[in-house]
C-alpha cells in the first residue's frame, strides 16, 4: 500500500525518495565505468605497437612482428560484400513494411520473422552459411561465402532501423504529394526517402560496425589464420581482425610473445567499430536537431 | 500516365518481393538446420557400416545422453546434457546479475535522467552491445580470468563463473535499454494518480510505474537470456571448455555454442560428427525462436494493456 501522508512531513519523505533513487544509479555509474575502464585499458596497452607500420605491414615471423594490415583489408572488404547485400534487400523491404504493407496475417508474419531473425544466435548463422554458401552453392571458404552470411544477419537490423525511420515522416509528407497527382511510389521517393535518408544512414552505419567486430558466422565460412596474399578475388580465404585476435589471444604457441600484437588488434578493431558507432550518432544527433517535426 | 502507374506496380512488386524474400532466411535456416541436423540419426548407406563412429546416433541418446565425447575412440559419445547443462548454467548466472542490475538501473535512467543527458547515458549502455565480442572475450581472459583466480584462490579463472559474468555484462545493455523503454511506456496518468494520493517519486516509481511495465521488462529479461545464450566467442575464451556436467563455479564449462564453434573446423564433412553438430545448432536455433517468441507476445501485451 502507498504509505505516508500525515506520519512523515513532505521533506523527509521526498529526502528519503531521492536517496533511494540515488542508490539505483550505482549500477548504471558502476556499468558505465566498466566500459570506461576496459576501453581504457585496451587503449592504453594497444597503443604501444600502432604505428603506420603495424597498420600497412603483414604479420611477420610467426606473428610475432609485423603488423596486421592484412586483417584490416579483409575485415573491411568482407564487411563491404554483407553490406552489398543488405542495403538494398533491407532498405526495399523496410520500404514494403513502412509503406505498403497492409495490416494482415502475411505482414504480421513477415514482420515477426524479421524480429525473430534478429535473436538468432550468430554461430547459427555461421552454420547456414557453411550448409548454403560454402557448399550447397559451393562458393568454398572465400570472402564471398562469409560476406553473403554476414549480410544475412545484419539484414534485420537494417530492416528495422529503415522501417523506424520511415514511420517517423508524418503522413501530410505523403499526402502532399499525393494530392498534386504524384504516384504512389512517387510520393515516398521525393517525400518520404530523402527525410528518412539520415535515419536509414544511422542503420546502415550500427550494422557496419557491428557486422566489424562478428567472429562466428565468418569462423567456418571463410577466415582464415594466415594467408600470403591479399584477397583479389572475392572467391579467396581471408584474414579478419576479430578473428586474428581470437587467434593470437588463445591458439598461438606463444602466447605472451604475441599479447602486444593481440592487444594492438583490439585497439584497431575497437577504434574502427566505434567509429562507426560515432558517425551513426553524429548523424542521429543532426537529424534530431534538423527535423522539427519530430520534437 | 500509364508508364507512370505501371513504373508504381513494379515498384510494389520489388519491395513485396524483398520483403518476403527476407522473411524467408528464417524459413530457410529452419530448413537446413532440419535437413542436416537430421542425417545424423538415419543411416546412409555412403557411411561403412564397420565404423563405429559412422553408426547413426540414437535421439535418446542424443537428448538424454550426460557425455559428450565425439573423439573417444571406437566409442564416440553424443549426449547434450553436459553442453545444455553449460549453457543454461552460465546464463543463468548471467541473468542472476543482469536482471536486478539492469531493472535497477532502467528504473533509475527512466525516472530521473532528462532530455540529452539521458540520451547519452542510454547510448554509452548500447554502444557496449556493440562491442566485439571477441575483444570482450578477450578482456575476460587476461583481466577478469586472473583477477578471479586470485580473488578466490583456485588454479584457472577460466571457468563457469568468468564465463557467467561476461555473459551478465554482455546482456545487460539489452535488458536496462528494453526495460527502460517499457517504463517509458506507461501512460503519464498512472504517475498523476499516484502523486494525487500523496505517493513520493520513489513509492510512484517501484509500486506504480514498475508493475505496470512488467510484460516489457519480463520481455527485456527473456531478450537478454536469448543474448546470453547465443553468445560464442567470449564464452569460448573465457568459459575453460571441458565437456563436463561443472560441479562448482570453478570448473570449466563447454555451452552449445562453444561445442559447435570448438568441432565444426575439425569434423569431417558429412560425417555423423558434422550432422550431430547442425543438431545442436537447431536445438539452439528451438530456444532462440522460443524466446523470440515469448518477447514478442510479452511487448504486444504491454502494448495493448496501455490503448484502451
Redesign the interface.
Known amino acids: 500500500m502507498?504509505?505516508?501522508?500525515i506520519l512523515n512531513s513532505p521533506r523527509r519523505?521526498?529526502f528519503?525518495?531521492?536517496t533511494?533513487?540515488l542508490m539505483?544509479?550505482?549500477?548504471?555509474a558502476l556499468?558505465?565505468a566498466?566500459?570506461g575502464y576496459?576501453v581504457f585499458?585496451?587503449f592504453s596497452n594497444g597503443i604501444k605497437v600502432l604505428s603506420w607500420g603495424f597498420l600497412t605491414q603483414p604479420p611477420a615471423r610467426g606473428m610475432t612482428a609485423g603488423g596486421i594490415m592484412p586483417c584490416i583489408v579483409g575485415t573491411l572488404y568482407v564487411t563491404l560484400v554483407s553490406l552489398i547485400m543488405s542495403i538494398?534487400?533491407?532498405v526495399?523491404?523496410g520500404?514494403?513494411?513502412a509503406?505498403?504493407?497492409p495490416d494482415n496475417f502475411i505482414t504480421r508474419?513477415?514482420r515477426?520473422?524479421?524480429?525473430?531473425?534478429a535473436?538468432?544466435?550468430?554461430?547459427?548463422?555461421?552454420?547456414?552459411g557453411?550448409?548454403?554458401f560454402v557448399?550447397?552453392m559451393e562458393l568454398g571458404l572465400s570472402v564471398l561465402a562469409s560476406g553473403l552470411t554476414l549480410g544475412?544477419m545484419n539484414?534485420?537490423w537494417i530492416?528495422t532501423t529503415a522501417e523506424e525511420a520511415m514511420s517517423a515522416i508524418p503522413g501530410s509528407f505523403r499526402e502532399g504529394a499525393l494530392a498534386v497527382g504524384a504516384?504512389?511510389?512517387?510520393a515516398i521517393r521525393h517525400n518520404v526517402l530523402p527525410f528518412a535518408f539520415p535515419g536509414i544512414l544511422t542503420g546502415v552505419l550500427?550494422a557496419l560496425?557491428?557486422t566489424?567486430?562478428?567472429?562466428?558466422p565468418i569462423?567456418?565460412t571463410g577466415v582464415t589464420y594466415f594467408t600470403r596474399e591479399l584477397p583479389r578475388t572475392p572467391l579467396q580465404k581471408f584474414m579478419a581482425l576479430?578473428?586474428h585476435?581470437?587467434a593470437l589471444?588463445?591458439q598461438h604457441d606463444q602466447l605472451m610473445k604475441v599479447?602486444p600484437i593481440?592487444f594492438g588488434t583490439?585497439a584497431v578493431?575497437?577504434i574502427l567499430?566505434?567509429m562507426f558507432?560515432l558517425i551513426a550518432?553524429v548523424v542521429r544527433m543532426r537529424v534530431a536537431g534538423t527535423n522539427k517535426w519530430q520534437v | 500516365m500509364r508508364s507512370r502507374s505501371f513504373f508504381d506496380t513494379g515498384v510494389r512488386i520489388l519491395v513485396s518481393f524483398n520483403a518476403v524474400l527476407a522473411a524467408s532466411v528464417l524459413l530457410g535456416i529452419l530448413l537446413f538446420l532440419l535437413l542436416y541436423g537430421i542425417r545424423a540419426f538415419i543411416p546412409t548407406g555412403e557411411l561403412s557400416p564397420d565404423d563405429l563412429s559412422a553408426q547413426p546416433l540414437s535421439l535418446s541418446g542424443f537428448l538424454f545422453g550426460t557425455s559428450w565425447n565425439p573423439d573417444a575412440y571406437g566409442q564416440p559419445k553424443y549426449g547434450i546434457v553436459p553442453l545444455l547443462l553449460g549453457s543454461l548454467i552460465t546464463t543463468l548466472i548471467a541473468l542472476l546479475i543482469a536482471v536486478p542490475l539492469g531493472i535497477a538501473g532502467a528504473v533509475f535512467i527512466a525516472e530521473r535522467l532528462k532530455g540529452t543527458f539521458r540520451i547519452a547515458v542510454k547510448m554509452v549502455v548500447e554502444l557496449f552491445a556493440g562491442f566485439p565480442s571477441v575483444v570482450i572475450g578477450f578482456f575476460g581472459l587476461i583481466v577478469l580470468g586472473p583477477f578471479l583466480a586470485r580473488l578466490f584462490n583456485v588454479p584457472s579463472g577460466l571457468n563457469v563463473l568468468n564465463a557467467g559474468l561476461l555473459l551478465g555484462l554482455m546482456s545487460l545493455p539489452t535488458i536496462i535499454s528494453v526495460s527502460e523503454d517499457a517504463l517509458r511506456v506507461v501512460p503519464h496518468s498512472y504517475r498523476e494518480a499516484a502523486y494525487a494520493l500523496g505517493a513520493s517519486p520513489w513509492t510512484t516509481a517501484i509500486r506504480v510505474i514498475l508493475p505496470a511495465a512488467r510484460s516489457g521488462i519480463l520481455a527485456a529479461v527473456m531478450l537478454g537470456f536469448g543474448r546470453a545464450v547465443g553468445e560464442t566467442m567470449a564464452v569460448l575464451m573465457v568459459a575453460g571448455n571441458a565437456p563436463i556436467i561443472p560441479r562448482s563455479l570453478f570448473d570449466p564449462v563447454r555451452t552449445i555454442t562453444t561445442t559447435i564453434a570448438i568441432e565444426l573446423g575439425e569434423s569431417t564433412f558429412n560425417s555423423v560428427h558434422f550432422f550431430a553438430l547442425f543438431a545442436l545448432g537447431f536445438i539452439l536455433f528451438l530456444i532462440a525462436m522460443l524466446t523470440n517468441l515469448i518477447a514478442e507476445s510479452l511487448i504486444q501485451r504491454e502494448k495493448r494493456s496501455f490503448t484502451l
Open positions: 502507498i504509505t505516508g501522508g519523505k521526498y528519503l525518495s531521492n533511494y533513487f539505483l544509479a550505482i549500477p548504471v556499468f558505465i566498466f566500459i576496459m585499458y585496451l538494398p534487400v533491407g526495399l523491404a520500404i514494403y513494411l509503406e505498403y504493407a508474419a513477415i515477426s520473422a524479421v524480429r525473430s531473425l535473436g538468432i544466435p550468430s554461430i547459427v548463422y555461421g552454420l547456414f557453411v550448409a548454403l557448399r550447397g544475412l539484414l534485420p530492416i504516384t504512389k511510389w512517387e550500427l560496425a557491428r566489424m567486430g562478428e567472429t562466428a569462423l567456418f576479430p578473428y585476435l581470437f589471444a588463445t599479447r593481440a583490439a578493431l575497437l567499430v566505434l558507432d550518432f
